[in-house]
């Protein structure tokens, strides 16, 4: 029996976790869920979208999934991510990219991975004003921070029978410290019995457009790692069914990685794809290999028959009939 935190967020958090729930007891997973709320509900009465017990929480646990967080703008809270990420140093966000038969997108066969850093990088958030003239921010690249996730993506790649990992820079511009991204990356890559080759992040950029199976597992800073997951989302149908996860030493962290979409909250149509995606990747992550397939192979079958889909999805299903149709073909 694993416990796990389960953090359900704003909008259509409650919706989507609620579903995900469903789908990973019907695998078969013993899970015992430790429920906290964070995000909107609970910033009257603790100044703050995370208060110290959910912290508390995920420390305990090791693992969390959450829903979708609201972070309020222009009202002085940081985000729920960000907090996340520097409390418990989790120094990965892992998004695999996969396309399904069935859901309409511009490309077939997409199957890569975006291994991003994030502690570091121009969001460390060091910032400051020159007067009323400019604005400066301060990009952060270290060693340590370089290597530690480069030998991240060529363990994942050696994990999961992966070909080849690239390494996404700009260090014809940036010599010093994409600089230093980028000769760490090699240095890493001598380690490792698996192809490697890099890639300046603008024509990542087009190359992934044109060319997107010709990519496995991408490395890279921080921002390229938020812009390029963005947009190889965009090439399999859209952050409503990609799942996501904030890896650390001993902390991992599963989240859908879209908004809260409170304009649709409660209205029973909020497509649940992308945390329960986010749940196979944390039941691999737990060792539960068995049920994760079985929800892998249920979410196959589902988008393959095309008969019980969310709107967003080009269907009318609600998102509990979408749910049951899971349950039913696991």
């Known amino acids: 029996m694993h416990t796990v935190t389960l953090i359900p967020g704003d909008g259509i958090g409650p919706e989507v976790t609620d579903a995900m729930v469903k789908v990973v007891e019907a695998s078969g997973a013993k899970i015992n869920w430790e429920k906290v709320q964070a995000g909107e509900a609970v910033i009257e009465k603790y100044n703050t979208a995370i208060p110290d017990y959910v912290i508390d929480s995920i420390k305990k646990n090791k693992v969390a999934i959450k829903g979708p967080i609201t972070t309020p703008v222009g009202k002085g809270f940081k985000s729920v991510n960000v907090t996340l990420r520097q409390k418990l140093d989790l120094y990965v966000n892992l998004?695999?990219?996969?396309?399904?038969?069935?859901?309409?997108?511009?490309?077939?066969?997409?199957?890569?991975?975006?291994?991003?850093?994030?502690?570091?990088?121009?969001?460390?958030?060091?910032?400051?004003?020159?007067?009323?003239?400019?604005?400066?921010?301060?990009?952060?690249?270290?060693?340590?921070?370089?290597?530690?996730?480069?030998?991240?993506?060529?363990?994942?790649?050696?994990?999961?029978?992966?070909?080849?990992?690239?390494?996404?820079?700009?260090?014809?511009?940036?010599?010093?410290?994409?600089?230093?991204?980028?000769?760490?990356?090699?240095?890493?890559?001598?380690?490792?019995?698996?192809?490697?080759?890099?890639?300046?992040?603008?024509a990542a950029a087009?190359?992934?457009?044109?060319?997107?199976?010709?990519?496995?597992?991408?490395?890279?800073?921080?921002?390229?790692?938020?812009?390029?997951?963005?947009?190889?989302?965009?090439?399999?149908?859209?952050?409503?069914?990609?799942?996501?996860?904030?890896?650390?030493?001993?902390?991992?962290?599963?989240?859908?990685?879209?908004?809260?979409?409170?304009?649709?909250?409660?209205?029973?149509?909020a497509n649940p794809t992308a945390i329960i995606q986010s749940a196979v990747m944390m039941l691999k992550y737990l060792g539960e290999v068995d049920a994760a397939k079985k929800i892998e192979k249920a979410l196959e079958e589902v988008f393959l028959k095309g008969e019980k889909l969310t709107v967003d999805l080009g269907g009318n299903s609600t998102t509990e009939e979408f749910t049951d149709e899971i349950i039913k073909y696991i």
């Not at 952060?140 to 390494?167: L, M, W």
């Not at 991408?218 to 799942?243: E, H, T």
């Open 95 to 202: 998004r695999p990219i996969k396309s399904f038969k069935g859901i309409k997108s511009r490309y077939e066969d997409v199957d890569l991975v975006i291994v991003r850093e994030n502690t570091e990088d121009l969001y460390a958030g060091i910032e400051h004003k020159i007067g009323d003239y400019a604005a400066e921010s301060i990009k952060i690249i270290t060693k340590p921070a370089c290597e530690r996730i480069s030998k991240f993506a060529f363990d994942y790649a050696k994990d999961n029978n992966r070909k080849k990992v690239t390494g996404v820079h700009k260090a014809n511009i940036m010599k010093l410290s994409d600089g230093l991204f980028l000769n760490t990356f090699r240095e890493v890559a001598k380690d490792y019995n698996i192809e490697s080759d890099d890639l300046i992040v603008d």
């Open 206 to 269: 087009m190359n992934l457009v044109l060319n997107p199976e010709n990519y496995d597992v991408m490395v890279m800073p921080n921002l390229y790692g938020d812009i390029l997951s963005d947009l190889c989302s965009g090439l399999v149908g859209g952050l409503g069914i990609i799942p996501g996860a904030n890896i650390g030493k001993d902390v991992a962290v599963f989240e859908a990685v879209h908004g809260s979409a409170p304009q649709i909250a409660g209205q029973n149509i």
